[in-house]
T-cell receptor, first 116, second 112 residues
Framework: AQKVTQAQTEISVVEKEDVTLDCVYE???????LFWYKQPPSGELVFLIR??????QNEISGRYSWNFQKSTSSFNFTITASQVVDSAVYFC?????????????FGKGTTLSVSS | EAGVVQSPRYKIIEKKQPVAFWCNPI?????LYWYRQNLGQGPELLIR????????DSQLPKDRFSAERLKGVDSTLKIQPAELGDSAVYLC??????????FGNGTRLTVT
């Protein structure tokens, strides 16, 4: 069965601190996709990144970076020099059957609070 | 491009009443999803459409929930009758094949 675990329920940091959000997944598929979404207070889920199971190369996009390690079934997300606008709930998600457009299985989310 | 549009934004009803949610996906997106998000939880899939066809409705409580996607564009999700436990945010999403999902702002349902 597929499962996504985000063990950190809430994280609070002060602006300019770096913060890492953890994500551990379970799947029997050899081909799958992993995602991160951001949900600000407005409620809309905003797509951040997609990674396929064959690409373990880490990725950096501005202040965001992602560390995908198949050996530990983890797909962690780091925000460098956090800002107040980063405050949101962040969800890690997994898509099964190797099709990125199929239904996503979400973790329970990590609430990030960045104070000034 | 315009995003996924959902209405209403908020809905408060008494238990045993019916309620309906509407979703207009991004133009050209053949796949449409309805998710339910309970407080403090991640979204959970209710139903997925490929054009007009419901291809995955295994998690839809069919005794009280129904959905339709006429002409493969807009979709409605209905609950009849609503129960207290149905209070949640109902999210609609759409996508191209093999592309990430785009979500709407959701409908926050409160059943009293």
């Amino acid at each position: 069965a597929q499962k996504v675990t985000q063990a950190q329920t809430e994280i609070s940091v002060v602006e300019k601190e770096d913060v890492t959000l953890d994500c551990v997944y379970e799947t029997r598929d050899t081909t799958y996709y992993l995602f991160w979404y951001k949900q600000p207070p407005s409620g809309e889920l905003v797509f951040l990144i997609r990674r396929n199971s064959f690409d373990e190369q880490n990725e950096i996009s501005g202040r965001y970076s992602w560390n995908f390690q198949k050996s530990t079934s983890s797909f962690n997300f780091t925000i460098t020099a956090s800002q107040v606008v980063d405050s949101a709930v962040y969800f890690c998600a997994l898509s099964e059957a190797g099709q990125a457009g199929t239904a996503l299985i979400f973790g329970k989310g990590t609430t990030l609070s960045v104070s000034s | 491009e315009a995003g996924v549009v959902q209405s209403p934004r908020y809905k408060i009803i008494e238990k045993k009443q019916p309620v309906a949610f509407w979703c207009n996906p991004i133009s050209g997106h053949n796949t449409l999803y309805w998710y339910r998000q309970n407080l403090g939880q991640g979204p959970e899939l209710l139903i997925r459409y490929e054009n007009e066809e419901a291809v995955d409705d295994s998690q839809l409580p069919k005794d009280r929930f129904s959905a339709e996607r006429l002409k493969g564009v807009d979709s409605t999700l209905k609950i009849q009758p609503a129960e207290l436990g149905d209070s949640a945010v109902y999210l609609c999403a759409s996508s191209h094949p093999l592309a990430p999902l785009h979500f709407g702002n959701g409908t926050r349902l409160t059943v009293t």
